[in-house]
């Protein structure tokens, strides 16, 4: 068996976001594999980092999904980034779901076999039928999305409760955002976690700290990027003095960057992107690293179909996995692009049964929703005093 070629297809997410498919096809008729490497803000970039990486694999066996990786890796000469590593976890997700099919059974078998009956998965405030504005962070608003979503079943949701910050902080704006989380665990009840996503605006530990304490009553799952990624002593100073659970690593790309984190126990939770990080295999041994500091693994997932069928397979036999983050309300087409989908019950997606990731892309319905140019909001983070650009 050969690879034939690498098709990118990509389909309009607005308004962060192109969805971008990729297609590995084979030399067996009606055999290809599906993999994601959506890059926000990146698309055409992604697509020509598609085409520049194809020469090298194909013509190879996709069965041999190690030493494709080892290539794509290791003949680059250069670090690949975040460009290099989504392009090659997309090619690796894809090589995954051609092993699935050839061999007729799903990924998640090939991984080990499935430890959990079920895959809880969460959705962002405003992914029903409320719309929200991020900024206004109004209570009411956000308390009416919170309770639709809580209706439709979903037992965890996200949402982001601070304003744009920098290294020190409003009293007034801790003083809403403590009135904020508290309103939604009031219309939420006991029942469904929150999880408060800090979106690494607070650009010090003490400012970080200042909004930790103020969300605290409302006992959130966790809190995610209190500060921007990257220092690890800065994180385990956060987490030594909150009394929530922090998490983070959706900015992280590399097993190393994982390994700096867990040994330093600075966080509860890490979130490591299947779309960026390298792919399924890569994703578990940074899961096991994990494992070994009793940090449990809630993947980053803000993406499309193919990404959320990735992460359900990697889910299922990942022992220390926890939650999936998925926004399939999003998007009004998310299932209409693809064949097969994922089932729901209440908060958590169904163990998927058939072969490889067990979807297809409608490629004739993809057509119908091209590139879009995406909106660029970190543009307009800035702190509203002076105008001091900030963390997005």
């Known amino acids: 068996m050969k690879i034939t070629r690498i098709v990118?297809?990509?389909?309009a997410s607005p308004p962060h976001r192109n969805w971008i498919f990729v297609k590995v096809e084979t030399d067996v008729p009606g055999l290809w594999g599906w993999g994601e490497a959506t890059l926000e803000w990146k698309t055409k970039g992604m697509i020509g980092c598609l085409d520049d990486v194809s020469p090298m694999i194909v013509g190879l066996d996709p069965r041999n999904?190690?030493?494709?990786?080892?290539?794509?890796?290791?003949?680059?000469?250069?670090?690949?980034?975040?460009?290099?590593?989504?392009?090659?976890?997309?090619?690796?997700?894809?090589?995954?779901?051609?092993?699935?099919?050839?061999?007729?059974?799903?990924?998640?078998?090939?991984?080990?076999?499935?430890?959990r009956d079920r895959v809880r998965v969460y959705t962002h405030l405003g992914s029903g039928n409320v719309a929200i504005d991020l900024e206004e962070r109004d209570i009411s608003n956000y308390c009416e999305s919170?309770?639709?979503?809580?209706?439709?079943?979903?037992?965890?949701?996200?949402c982001l409760p601070i304003p744009f910050t920098h290294h020190n902080v409003e009293l007034a704006a801790v003083r809403h955002t403590e009135k904020l989380a508290i309103g939604l665990r009031d219309a939420l009840g006991e029942d469904v976690d929150l999880l408060l996503d800090f979106h690494g605006r607070p650009a010090s530990v003490d400012a970080a700290l200042a909004y930790i304490q103020a969300v605290a009553p409302a006992r959130p799952m966790f809190v995610e990027e209190p500060?921007?990624?990257?220092?690890?002593?800065?994180?385990?100073?956060?987490?030594?003095?909150?009394?929530?659970?922090?998490?983070?690593?959706?900015r992280l790309l590399t097993h190393p960057e994982f390994d700096d984190l867990c040994g330093a126990n600075a966080v509860g939770y890490i979130q490591p992107d299947l779309c960026h990080c390298g792919g399924l295999a890569i994703g578990q041994k940074i899961a096991a690293t994990a494992a070994t500091h009793y940090i449990g693994v809630c993947p980053h997932n803000p993406m499309g179909p193919v990404a959320g069928a990735v992460g359900l397979h990697f889910?299922?036999?990942?022992?220390?996995f926890v939650i999936l983050e998925e926004m399939a309300g999003m998007t009004p087409w998310y299932n209409d692009v693809i064949i097969g989908g994922v089932d729901r019950s209440d908060g958590y997606w169904d163990i998927p049964t058939r072969p490889g990731l067990g979807i297809e892309i409608d490629e004739r319905e993809a057509a119908k929703h091209p590139f879009q140019q995406e909106t660029f909001a970190g543009i307009n983070a800035r702190i509203a005093r002076d105008g001091t650009m900030a963390n997005w």
Do not use: C, H
Not at 315 to 320: E, K
């Open 8 to 11: 990118p297809i990509v389909v």
């Open 227 to 250: 500060i921007p990624p990257g220092n690890t002593q800065a994180m385990a100073l956060i987490s030594r003095q909150a009394s929530v659970a922090i998490a983070t690593g959706e």
């Open 146 to 158: 919170a309770a639709e979503l809580a209706a439709l079943g979903y037992n965890a949701i996200k």
């Open 65 to 115: 999904i190690s030493a494709i990786t080892e290539l794509l890796t290791k003949a680059a000469f250069w670090p690949l980034g975040i460009y290099g590593l989504t392009a090659l976890s997309a090619i690796e997700q894809a090589l995954w779901d051609i092993k699935g099919k050839d061999l007729g059974i799903p990924i998640w078998q090939l991984l080990g076999g499935k430890v």
């Open 315 to 320: 889910a299922v036999a990942t022992p220390n």
